[in-house]
Each structure stands twice: as C-alpha cells, then as structure tokens.
C-alpha cells in the first residue's frame, strides 16, 4: 500500500520555465513532508520541506504547497536550470517521532539547455 | 559535503550468504537509520538508532539487524540472504532522534547488493 505517491516518474522542462513536481498522500495523520534530490551515485539530498500547519514554504527559486483537504503536495522550481536534473523524492514523515520517514518513487526532471 | 560515508560502493553476493554494510555518520550525529531502495522505487525505512539502541523499525524481518558503535559508525547485517535483497542500502545520520522540524536526515551515497 503507497501512502506516498508519485505518479509522474518523468518530467522534461526548458531552462528557465517552471517545474512542477506533484505528489499525494493517504494517511491524513501525516504532519511533516520534506522533498529531497538523488543525483546518480549520489545519496538523496535534503530540498525543502513544510509543516502541516502551513500551505505554502520557500527557498530560493523552491517553493513547497501543500493542499491538506486534496492530501496533495507540489515542488515549484522557478526558474529551471540544467542542474536541476535529477530525481526528485517526496517523502512524509510518520508519526512516530523517529525518521521513519516514507517516500514515493521518484519522478525524474530533465531540465532541457 | 555531507560527511557520511558508505562502504563497500558494490557487493556480489550468493543468495544464502550474509553480508555486513558500513556507515560512518557525520561526527556528533547520534542517530542513524538505514533505508532500502529497490530498482525503481522510493526508500524504505529499515531501522533507526540512537545512542547505539534501536529505537524505530519499518517491515523488515529479524534477518536484517544493525549496530551503531560510540564512534558514530554502525553496521547493517542481512543474514540468510534472498535474490529480493538486492537493492541499493542507504544510511542517514542525523542529530535529533525525533526527525524535528527543522532537522534533517543526511544519506551517504549507498552500497549497491546485488544478491545472485
């Protein structure tokens, strides 16, 4: 059973435009989602991420949305650049206080030059 | 530069066999949890420890066990290995043991299993 899912495992952009990464969640009990960023060979880097009690985070050309009644988040990259191709993680954290946090599958975004 | 560092890259091994990961976390992180990421998924949380106890599991059977020594490395034990073990392990270290907001997990680069 996914609670994190991502249904869009690719994405191509033009440099300078904006990339939207979606993600949605089932379990409402989910307080904490963070998006992270794999390179190959590399481990998955901390983004950005936002509370619950909020609907909206920024940083620098990331911002975060997030739609608790619709149980859905987005990732916005303004403007796109060619370093930002990579695959880009969702993932929620439980709410066990640990870091057990769950993960969708991945969309891969490949900002075209 | 994260700090935290995996060995071995790539390991080959027998289905059968058990094999023993290692991470170094970055110095003054006294947690570390270690995640499986199969071809084509997200990570999924193994186990977590703080302060060298176990403090969180995912669905994982015993076979997978861990330790985390005071020098802030730690090991992941797979005995009795599957062909379904084959993943790349990923560690995280991190300084709170409660994933605060604000605070985050920090991923070495893995160690590719491949389980024949």
């Known amino acids: 059973d996914q609670q994190v899912k991502q249904n869009s495992p690719s994405l191509s952009v033009q440099e300078g435009r904006i990339s939207i990464l979606n993600c949605d969640y089932t379990?409402?009990?989910?307080?904490?989602f963070l998006w992270y960023k794999k390179y190959p060979a590399e481990g998955p880097t901390f983004l950005i991420s936002i509370s619950s009690i909020k609907d909206k985070n920024e940083d620098g050309r990331f911002t975060v949305f997030l739609n608790k009644s619709a149980k859905h988040l987005s990732l916005h990259i303004v403007p796109s650049q060619p370093g930002d191709s990579a695959v880009y993680f969702c993932?929620?954290?439980?709410?066990?206080?640990?870091?057990?946090?769950?993960f969708g599958t991945g969309t891969r975004l490949k900002v075209l030059a | 530069e994260t700090g935290v560092t995996q060995s071995p890259t790539h390991l080959i091994k027998t289905r059968g066999q058990q094999v023993t990961l290692r991470c170094s976390s970055q110095?003054?992180?006294?947690?570390v949890s270690w995640y499986q990421q199969a071809l084509g998924q997200g990570p999924q949380f193994i186990f977590q420890?703080?302060?060298?106890?176990?403090?969180g599991r995912g669905n994982f059977p015993p076979r997978f066990s861990g330790l985390q020594f005071p020098n802030y490395s730690s090991e992941l034990n797979v005995n009795a290995l599957e062909l379904d073990d084959s993943a790349l392990y990923l560690c995280a270290s991190s300084l709170a043991s409660r994933g605060a907001e604000g605070d985050t997990q920090y991923f070495g680069p893995g160690t590719r299993l491949t389980v024949l």
């Open positions: 110095s003054g992180h006294n947690t």
């Open positions: 420890y703080y302060r060298e106890e176990e403090n």
């Open positions: 379990n409402s009990m989910f307080d904490y």
């Open positions: 993932a929620s954290r439980g709410t066990s206080g640990t870091y057990k946090y769950i």
